[in-house]
């Protein structure tokens, strides 16, 4: 058998070790056990492992101790692909760096850009960012340099590198030493993590857990999904959910759809036929996103309806049961999707619905996951009874959406332009407003 490992075999200092505890984080995990000597060694890195399985740590625990050895800012950066996992990581950091006064930034779009600015020129210890909003950052001003940086992370290595961040990553690497030490960290092990492995030139140390290609397999994970014609599809997500709540009455839910729009149509739905919930897509100003999330986080609503932008590794501990609204078009999505449940080893839920129109992206997923989804039977005479009220409840959500009652109908225009455009919406929108002040103010003083 396995022998059990502690941190202190890893060689971490004990203040790092005490400062674990005091957050519940007393053995290390497998990745962490694996990669931490490494990294502490002074390797490269590329990590696999499934999600929930303490990849954060992995790299936060070794960056902090090497950092109090010769504190210095900026001293590490980490990339990572959405804004909730950059404030999420950057949690992380803080707790552990508390006793050293480890001090960090988080650079994502959706905040004040200039005030971010002044931060960096603070120079903070370790910069959690997202490549979009870095990248404007070191084209507007050069007011900080990442020329000394020791170490780059890239969280959810294989999104980053998935070809959507080129632009920006390319921009950020030009303002990188030559000389550090990159670790990647993802879930899943793609051609891009493949080909790393071959452009790294230095001595890299590389780890994948266990049966990763089976990584939602694990065995507390109950994995059903429900035929239903697609025109009732909502009345049986409604009935999967009372069925839940009927054994299950405090438990969690993740509701995960394709789209901005199908999200906030969904969200309001249910709310209203009494599914209190809150949604989290990116059409949603980023501060509200947050607002949401901590409610959910929270435990003060137990329902979170979201797109693919929450599926990637948000630690919400508590989920007992993941609803897919859609099936997911890539079976790794799924992955991540399922990911949100049976964490740490407590059991979990996933429920597929499935149209006849899905049943080749449902065999996808099995094939990929090497694993039969159950079927899961819902009384039909049952939805039947709430069809209507929920079918009528879902056109007057797309009317008041339509009607702007629930965001200016211009502004979700225009949002969703600049989504398309390619553009930070947050960041659109923070520039708009701003313009519209000084506008006001201009006129405001002429008629005075
Ligand atoms: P991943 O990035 O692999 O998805 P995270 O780093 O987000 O996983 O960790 C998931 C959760 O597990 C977090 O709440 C974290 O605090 C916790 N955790 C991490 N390492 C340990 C550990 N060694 N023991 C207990 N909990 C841990
Ligand atoms: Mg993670």
């Known amino acids: 058998m396995t022998q059990k490992h502690t941190f202190a075999d890893l060689e971490l200092n004990k203040w790092i070790i005490r400062q674990c505890a005091t957050v519940g984080v007393k053995l290390p995990t497998p990745i962490q056990h694996n990669c931490i000597p490494e990294i502490l060694k002074g390797k490269d890195c590329i990590g696999a492992a499934k999600t929930g399985s303490g990849k954060t740590l ?45 001090r960090h930034c988080v650079v994502v779009g959706g905040i004040d850009m200039v005030e971010q600015g002044i931060q960096l020129t603070k120079r903070p210890h370790i910069v959690v960012a997202t490549p979009g909003r870095l990248a404007d950052h070191l084209e507007s001003c050069k007011t900080f340099s990442l020329s000394k940086i020791k170490f780059l992370v890239l969280d959810e290595a294989d999104r980053l590198l998935s070809g959507q961040f080129d632009e920006q990553i390319k921009t950020i690497f030009k303002n990188l030493p030559k000389e550090r030490q990159n670790l990647f960290f993802s879930a899943t092990i793609t051609d891009t993590l493949e080909k790393l492995k071959e452009v790294s030139n230095k001595d890299f140390f590389y780890y994948e857990a266990p049966s990763i290609s089976d990584a939602v397999t694990v065995e507390q994970l109950e994995q059903l999904y429900v035929l239903c014609p697609r025109d009732v599809k909502d009345a049986y997500l409604a009935q999967v959910i009372r069925d839940f709540r009927s054994i299950n009455e405090d438990g969690n839910v993740m509701i995960f759809t394709n789209t901005c729009k199908n999200c906030q149509v969904l969200s309001m739905t249910l709310n209203d036929v ?12 980023q501060k509200q996103r947050l607002a949401a999330l901590s409610r959910f986080k929270s435990n003060t609503v137990k329902m979170l309806i979201a797109t693919d932008v929450a ?60 694993t039969k989804l159950v079927e899961l039977k819902v009384d039909d005479s049952e939805v039947g009874k709430i069809f209507t009220q929920v079918s009528v409840t879902k056109s007057e959500a797309y009317l008041k959406l339509d009607e702007g009652d629930f965001y200016e109908k211009r502004l979700i225009n225009k949002r969703k332009k600049w989504i398309l455009d390619g553009l930070d919406p947050d960041e659109e929108e923070a520039k708009l407003l701003k313009k519209n002040k000084r506008k006001k103010h201009k006129k405001k003083s002429e008629t005075k």
């Open 274 to 285: 009494g599914f209190e919930n809150v949604a989290l897509h990116a059409m949603i100003p």
């Open 58 to 102: 992995a790299f936060a625990l070794p960056i902090v101790q090497k950092l109090c050895e010769d504190p210095y800012g900026i001293f590490a950066l980490i990339l990572t692909p959405t804004r909730e996992l950059a404030y999420q990581i950057a949690d992380q950091f803080a707790v552990i760096g508390k006793p050293m006064n480890l």
């Open 311 to 370: 599926s990637r590794g948000l630690d919400i501990p508590t989920v007992q049961l993941v609803l897919n609204h859609t099936v997911p078009k890539v079976p790794k999505e799924y992955i991540h999707r399922v990911g949100r449940t049976a964490r740490a080893g407590r059991p979990g839920k996933a429920i597929t619905l499935v149209t006849p129109y899905d049943i080749k992206l449902l065999q996808a997923i099995e094939e990929h996951i090497k």
